[in-house]
């Protein structure tokens, strides 16, 4: 009896041995399409019996969206899509489900990586550290820097309390932060550990600073947007490692120059790896280029990861990380 094809979208670093061990339950293929164009070519070719990929972040530079027109191309023997990354707005959920196509994704070996780049930003952001560092590369030494403001009994609240906020809630609240959050439901007692629940609005008017940790979808895109800022009090601090378009960045450079936010940092952005020249320009923004996963050790937990999960696809007809979109469909 065949094995059943697995194919690779993209590459893989540090896991390579765990790939490999793969084979003894699939036949592994690796992705050589140019371009969207040639993919969908060869969908109909050489990868038209694949039942699962293994897909990374950058592999949307070969066969660009997984959307509705890329997914009515899809063989009718492809039913897995295994993506590396906690993120997975790169892909279309609707459209998939509707084809029976499931999707997992890396929702936990992220989490203290990218709170650690959080938490980095907030200390930033509140000590305008980016501004002192400007002055320092300038020869000013410390001079005409202002005071800023401690993080002990400031209000941080987190918008999307998943694995990540709740890693950021714990890094908080050890620098003395009093943590509040919304989410689309509140936790459990036990999952939010004393952190209080309130409503979109009042997180908004009541935090000093402002965490943003949920994932980007229709419904979130520009979530924070020139009438939130109107909500929020003046000279908010706010953090983004989530994805850059739940926030509106020209509304963003605004609130900026209004001083209605005093201070930001970010690491990811709208247009990623463009970044509005209304930021680059400002020193009270402390820019990084995505760097929230980016260290060996978590790289390599995200790559088992994934490969677990299609090692499940193919021996049970699961995936252990589903997408929360799909749970039904287990």
């Not at 969908?40 to 699962?52: E, F, N, R």
């Not at 030494?141 to 209000?155: A, C, F």
Request: aromatic share 6%; net charge negative; proline share 4%.
């Amino acid at each position: 009896m065949s094995k059943p094809k697995v194919l690779l979208l993209g590459e893989i670093a540090h896991a390579k041995a765990e790939w490999e061990a793969l084979s003894d339950v699939a036949t592994l293929e690796v992705c050589d399409s140019k371009n969207r164009e040639e993919f969908i070519k060869d969908l109909k070719g050489k990868y038209s019996d694949i039942v699962a990929c293994y897909r990374t972040f950058k592999s949307v530079e070969i066969t660009g969206r997984i959307d509705a027109d890329l997914v009515k191309e899809l063989p009718k023997s492809f039913k897995y899509i295994c993506h590396n990354g906690a993120g997975y707005d790169q892909i279309d959920v609707a459209p998939c489900s509707e084809k029976g196509i499931k999707i997992s994704n890396c929702p936990s070996t992220v989490d203290d990586a990218t709170a650690d780049v959080n938490m980095f930003l907030i200390l930033g952001a509140l000590r305008k550290f980016n501004l002192g560092m400007s002055k320092l590369r300038r020869g000013q030494w410390n001079s005409g820097m202002p005071l800023t403001h401690d993080p002990e009994g400031k209000v941080l609240g987190i918008l999307g309390m998943g694995g990540i906020g709740r890693a950021l809630k714990k890094r908080a609240e050890a620098f003395g932060m009093t943590v509040q959050y919304h989410n689309r439901r509140e936790l459990s007692s036990e999952l939010a550990d004393g952190a209080k629940y309130v409503s979109f609005d009042e997180l908004l008017a009541t935090s000093d600073v402002l965490s943003l940790n949920l994932p980007l979808n229709p419904n979130t895109r520009h979530i924070i947007n020139k009438d939130a800022f109107s909500k929020m009090k003046d000279g908010v601090v706010i953090a983004n490692t989530a994805r850059g378009a739940v926030m509106d960045e020209a509304a963003l450079v605004d609130a900026l120059a209004s001083g209605k936010v005093q201070c930001v940092g970010l690491d990811v952005f709208e247009a990623e790896p463009k970044i509005h020249p209304g930021l680059i320009d400002n020193e009270d923004v402390i820019l990084l280029p995505h760097l929230g996963t980016l260290t060996y050790e978590t790289q390599k937990k995200m790559e088992i990861q994934v490969i677990d999960n299609v090692r499940a696809a193919v021996t049970s007809g699961k995936l252990n990380t589903i997408i929360p979109e799909q749970v039904s469909m287990q």
